[in-house]
């Protein structure tokens, strides 16, 4: 089938890209690059540069690609400065993806795989979240990726389009931005790399649910052929610690760094991690690679590059 994903250069979503090519699927590649790069394209895809806040623009390309599936990875996805600028993270995450969903309902498509996140979504609840738990995220990243869910329903009731949204724990791995204020690992194997001593944020306390990208992707993979339509939490159920990862991750470079902390960011949950019993049910996945092979593949990873 012919699948158009956006935001198909970055870390996650080109992983994606990578599995649908891989069991034959033509991929079409939509992306702005502005925190994508070229070098995770796929020369296999088509790729379209492209912002899905450019209505004319996106709404053209779905119209002329008619894809039969787009899979929505395209967003902003920083916590810290969506509490900042609560507009910006709303024009990508919440008027980009109708951008995307008044073009799609005219083909019509056959789904909507949208990435959207656990970690943000369910507040400061027991652990771990269930996607049966109300959804009261604490940022407004956490709140425009909710609209994104509740507007695809809307879409799925009137139009009939179906829709599964994968909520994501703390996705790490080769490829991962190392640059932004997400993605701990990579910050910290980068940093290390370069011998360079990366700063905690608070008491380095907080834990949170980490997903191998590769087991995200295969998430991706079978998402195609189901028939449920809602919510699925990809996640491994297991909360490890920011210094936990600091630790791990200097263990396996062989660096002596000690931890260094600053303040707590604003917008940031105390715990997090994701039973994914429900996307066991109805896709028939769980997590294949724990968190010290993880970190032992994006270490080899860093030194290898």
């Known amino acids: 089938m012919?699948?158009?994903?956006?935001?198909?250069?970055?870390?996650?979503?080109?992983?994606?890209?990578?599995?649908?090519?891989?069991i034959g699927h033509e991929v079409v590649i939509v992306d702005?690059?502005?925190?994508?790069?070229?070098?995770?394209?796929?020369?296999?895809?088509?790729?379209i540069k492209a912002d899905i806040t450019d209505k004319k623009k996106i709404q053209e390309i779905i119209r002329?690609?008619?894809?039969?599936?787009?899979?929505?990875?395209?967003?902003?996805?920083q916590v810290g400065y969506s509490v900042k600028n609560p507009q910006f993270d709303a024009e990508n995450n919440i008027i980009g993806l109708l951008n995307i969903m008044e073009a799609a309902k005219e083909i019509p498509i056959k789904k909507v795989i949208m990435a959207a996140t656990?970690?943000?979504?369910?507040?400061?609840?027991?652990?771990?979240?269930?996607e049966e738990m109300k959804a009261e995220p604490l940022s407004p990243y956490g709140i425009s990726k909710r609209a994104g869910e509740l507007y695809l329903n809307y879409y799925h009731e009137l139009y009939?389009?179906?829709?599964i949204s994968l909520r994501y724990s703390n996705v790490?791995?080769?490829?991962?931005?190392?640059?932004?204020?997400?993605?701990?690992?990579?910050?910290?194997?980068?940093?290390?790399?370069?011998?360079?001593?990366?700063?905690?944020?608070?008491?380095?306390?907080?834990?949170?649910?980490?997903?191998?990208v590769e087991d995200v992707a295969r998430a991706n993979v079978l998402a195609l052929n189901s028939d449920f339509v809602g919510e699925l939490n990809i996640g491994t159920e297991t909360e490890i610690s920011t210094n936990e990862v600091f630790r791990k991750v200097a263990t396996e470079m062989g660096a002596e760094i000690e931890e260094k902390h600053s303040a707590e960011r604003p917008g940031e949950q105390v715990t997090s991690s994701l039973n994914y019993s429900k996307?066991?049910?109805?896709?028939?996945?769980?997590?294949?690679?724990?968190?010290?092979?993880?970190?032992?593949?994006?270490?080899?990873?860093?030194k290898n590059r």
Not at 32 to 47: D, Q, R, V, W
Not at 64 to 77: F, G, L, M, S, T
Not at 160 to 163: A, G, N
Request: proline share 5%; charged share 20%.
């Open 2 to 22: 012919k699948i158009l994903i956006t935001g198909g250069a970055g870390f996650i979503a080109s992983h994606v890209a990578d599995a649908y090519l891989e």
């Open 32 to 47: 702005n690059l502005s925190t994508g790069e070229k070098k995770n394209l796929n020369p296999k895809a088509k790729f």
């Open 172 to 212: 790490y791995g080769p490829r991962q931005n190392a640059h932004g204020e997400s993605g701990v690992i990579a910050i910290f194997a980068e940093m290390m790399a370069e011998g360079k001593a990366p700063v905690i944020n608070g008491d380095g306390t907080h834990t949170r649910d980490y997903v191998y």
């Open 118 to 130: 656990g970690g943000a979504m369910y507040g400061n609840k027991v652990t771990p979240f269930n």
């Open 279 to 302: 996307a066991k049910e109805v896709l028939g996945w769980e997590p294949r690679v724990n968190f010290d092979e993880g970190v032992r593949r994006v270490v080899a990873w860093y």
């Open 64 to 77: 002329k690609e008619r894809p039969d599936v787009i899979n929505h990875h395209a967003a902003h996805i």
């Open 160 to 163: 009939q389009i179906p829709f």
